[in-house]
């Protein structure tokens, strides 16, 4: 039973291409999020959502869109994908944002490659 | 700005045991996570730390304190399958309570 799961694992797609990660969580949590991870491992957020609104959105191009039809699921759609898209997207999910001790679990991931 | 330092890589003995460093600086510091991560795996929670002092968890401890900015994450008798990435997050309240990452510590543990 995976608790944060997101589909596809692995992509490889054209520039240019318009692709969606699919992100569910069966944990009962609030918040939802995407994270980035480069090739120097660095994991940066790129989105939070809590009860499916927006609360944090970081400098990202608009080519990114995140959409939240239920609590449950946080979909990541790009557009025109560039070769700098190249990367392992997390999905995450946590009870809430600010109560202490959140503690912020992880999908296994999505390896995206532009070519 | 937030801004969090840890050591790029390590290596260390099997049974040994080893301490990842971590410093951070952040405006509105509210909680430090240590996270591991195995190579083309997701991060898998370790600890929290929010007071100052030492939390232990079996093998695995982590200590924070705040007036200094630091936190350490203290792994006792390795074994080999803790060879992997160990990720300081540090949660801050001025920026939405978002968790800002570290590049995170490769550590090998050699027979």
């Known amino acids: 039973d995976t608790a944060v799961s997101q589909t596809p694992k692995y992509l490889v797609t054209q520039m240019g291409n318009d692709k969606s990660i699919k992100c569910e969580q069966n944990l009962g949590h609030d918040t939802m999020y995407w994270y980035k991870q480069d090739s120097k491992k660095f994991l940066k957020i790129m989105f939070s959502y809590n009860n499916k609104e927006l609360i944090i959105n970081e400098t990202v191009p608009n080519r990114f869109s995140p959409k939240s039809p239920d609590k449950a699921h946080l979909n990541l759609h790009i557009n025109s994908l560039e070769l700098g898209d190249s990367a392992v997207y997390f999905c995450?999910?946590?009870?809430?944002?600010?109560?202490?001790?959140?503690?912020?679990?992880f999908g296994e991931g999505s390896w995206l490659t532009v070519v | 700005g937030q801004n969090i330092d840890q050591p790029t890589e390590m290596t260390a003995t099997e049974g040994a045991i080893v301490q990842i460093n971590c410093t951070y600086q952040?405006?509105?510091?509210?909680?430090l996570f240590w996270y591991q991560q195995h190579a083309g795996e997701a991060p898998t929670f370790l600890s929290y730390n929010v007071l100052d002092g030492l939390e232990e968890k079996g093998r695995f401890s982590s200590f924070l304190s705040r007036s200094k900015g630091y936190s350490y994450l203290l792994l006792k008798e390795l074994q080999m399958k803790d060879s992997a990435s160990y990720l300081c997050?540090?949660?801050?309240?001025?920026?939405?309570?978002?968790?800002?990452f570290g590049s995170g510590t490769r550590l090998l543990v050699r027979p």
């Open positions: 952040t405006s509105g510091f509210n909680g």
């Open positions: 995450a999910s946590s009870k809430g944002t600010a109560t202490s001790g959140n503690t912020i679990y």
């Open positions: 997050a540090v949660r801050d309240r001025d920026s939405s309570y978002k968790l800002i």
